[in-house]
């Protein structure tokens, strides 16, 4: 039976989940190309987990396993519709796998959003952890107070980040640029809004007790968002939710700390309604809301009572959104590609994965489950015949010797940006020291040739 071939678009954990399952196929021995538009491999990986949860990124070490299969090929630098089509793909490939993740934040929707000091967590996020589309980011951390709208881990991550002694992330892999304005940071107080009340919140215990035990920091807690909980309603929640609470209680208790210490305030029951500011930001209106259970759970609706509080920076942290793919049915209020089961619907040998398959949800280890749920679909459709080696097929390209797209990053040019970042990283007691823009990480990856 001849080989078959699958493209895999999309180089983070889902997509690198997606490839270890295809090759272990090998009645037909299946191939793996996988498409990257950036010239790194591990999206999220590399470029979302904070640079203070190193035990998170070494799951790279799983994905550098599969990379060095011999059935497996990578092209980073090369973006689905800029570089290659989708009916290219489908004219080389027996098969095609979107691993594309969900690249876009969600807005707020209020009056003031785009003023200068109002960004999105995908680009604080990127920005501090190296992203080449980031690393220009007008970031102005001369201020006091900072805003975090949203309840979730990465608006937590935020807040951390943001209060985190630098000589604490010293040792990190930060990008360099954003260890620097955090150094000379003024920002002395970040609170964290949330729309609904604690048991609604989406953060994770681990995520919440590590808030309390930032070094120089104080988290303020309102016990008044904690009072009206009763027994039943904690009955009612998960284990994670009830472990939420007890967190959230001790920490309401806390004595404040004499002395000078940097405040990470915890608010519920809050949505923001405008920015305001001459030029800028300098002021949050927030909307206090009344919590009611409908058909869809615990609603927010808006009390009508305001509060004003004065910030120079507001993060955006309530979630992300994929992005359509030319061709590709996609469900704009979802943010997802249409599918049934990982098949894309209505489409001709494709396949979906991770967040652009289920949305932004669960953590890394989810995607693996996700990945091989689609491959056993594919497993499925091979058995059945609704798949199979198309002989006649053109043969995937090596990209760089056919010069279809001579700027490519082959595996090769990634390892030489690794082992540059690993050695820069050595040298000053890091894990690494990233190269943060394109020029740079092209640089280093050709310097291999």
């Known amino acids: 039976m001849p080989p078959f071939y699958v493209a895999v678009v999309g180089a983070g954990p889902a997509g690198f989940f997606s490839a270890a399952s295809l090759?272990?196929?090998?009645?037909?021995?299946?191939?793996?190309d996988m498409f990257e538009r950036l010239p790194t491999p591990w999206g999220l990986v590399r470029s979302g987990v904070a640079p203070d949860h190193p035990k998170i990124k070494a799951v790279s070490a799983v994905f550098a396993k599969t990379a060095l299969h011999d059935r497996f090929r990578f092209f980073g630098n090369v973006e689905l519709g800029r570089d290659m089509s989708r009916e290219q793909l489908l004219e080389r490939y027996d098969a095609v796998v979107y691993a594309t993740g969900a690249q876009r934040d969600r807005a707020l929707g209020v009056p003031g959003e785009d003023l200068p000091g109002s960004v999105a967590a995908t680009e604080l996020v990127g920005w501090y952890n190296g992203h080449p589309?980031?690393?220009?980011?007008?970031?102005?951390?001369?201020?006091?107070?900072?805003?975090?709208?949203?309840?979730?881990?990465?608006?937590?991550?935020?807040?951390?980040?943001?209060?985190?002694?630098?000589?604490?992330?010293?040792?990190?892999?930060?990008?360099?640029?954003?260890?620097?304005?955090?150094?000379?940071?003024?920002?002395?107080?970040?609170?964290?809004?949330?729309?609904?009340?604690?048991?609604?919140a989406a953060f994770t215990t681990s995520e919440l007790r590590e808030l309390g035990a930032l070094d120089g920091v104080y988290v303020d807690v309102d016990p008044a968002d904690l009072a009206d909980i009763t027994d039943d309603e904690l009955a009612a929640v998960g284990p994670v939710e009830?472990?939420?609470?007890?967190?959230?209680?001790?920490?309401?208790?806390?004595?404040?700390?004499?002395?000078?210490?940097?405040?990470?305030?915890?608010?519920?029951?809050?949505?923001?309604v405008e920015l305001r500011g001459g030029g800028r930001v300098r002021e949050i209106v927030l909307a206090h809301n009344d919590l009611r259970v409908d058909g869809a759970g615990v609603v927010a609706v808006d009390s009508g009572q305001r509060e004003h509080?004065?910030?120079?920076?507001?993060?955006?942290?309530?979630?992300?959104?994929?992005?359509?793919?030319?061709?590709?049915?996609?469900?704009?209020?979802r943010g997802i590609v249409l599918h049934v089961d990982g098949r894309v619907t209505g489409g001709d040998r494709e396949y979906v994965v991770g967040w652009a398959k289920r949305g932004p949800?669960?953590?890394?280890?989810?995607?693996?489950?996700?990945?091989?749920?689609?491959?056993?679909?594919?497993v499925g459709d091979l058995a059945s015949?609704?798949?199979?080696?198309?002989?006649?097929?053109?043969?995937?390209?090596?990209?760089?010797?056919?010069?279809?797209?001579?700027?490519?990053?082959?595996?090769?040019?990634?390892?030489?940006?690794?082992?540059?970042?690993?050695?820069?990283?050595?040298?000053?007691?890091?894990?690494?020291?990233?190269?943060?823009?394109?020029?740079?990480?092209?640089?280093?990856?050709?310097?291999?040739?």
């Open 23 to 32: 090759l272990k196929i090998e009645h037909p021995a299946v191939h793996v």
């Open 133 to 200: 589309d980031f690393t220009t980011l007008p970031v102005d951390l001369s201020v006091r107070a900072a805003i975090v709208i949203g309840n979730g881990n990465v608006a937590l991550d935020v807040a951390r980040i943001l209060t985190t002694q630098p000589s604490e992330l010293c040792s990190t892999d930060i990008a360099d640029h954003a260890l620097q304005a955090l150094t000379a940071s003024a920002i002395d107080e970040v609170t964290v809004v949330g729309r609904r009340g604690p048991l609604q």
């Open 309 to 333: 509080l004065d910030c120079g920076l507001v993060v955006r942290a309530i979630g992300y959104r994929g992005a359509a793919i030319e061709g590709v049915p996609f469900d704009r209020d």
């Open 361 to 378: 949800s669960g953590i890394i280890g989810t995607n693996k489950k996700c990945a091989q749920q689609t491959v056993d679909v594919i």
């Open 242 to 272: 009830q472990r939420n609470i007890e967190v959230l209680r001790d920490l309401a208790v806390r004595p404040r700390p004499s002395g000078r210490h940097r405040r990470i305030t915890l608010r519920f029951g809050r949505s923001p």
């Open 385 to 449: 015949g609704a798949l199979a080696p198309l002989r006649g097929r053109l043969e995937p390209p090596n990209m760089a010797e056919t010069g279809e797209h001579p700027g490519v990053v082959l595996a090769e040019g990634w390892l030489a940006i690794d082992r540059m970042e690993v050695a820069s990283g050595r040298a000053a007691g890091r894990p690494r020291v990233k190269l943060c823009t394109r020029d740079e990480l092209l640089a280093a990856a050709h310097s291999a040739t």
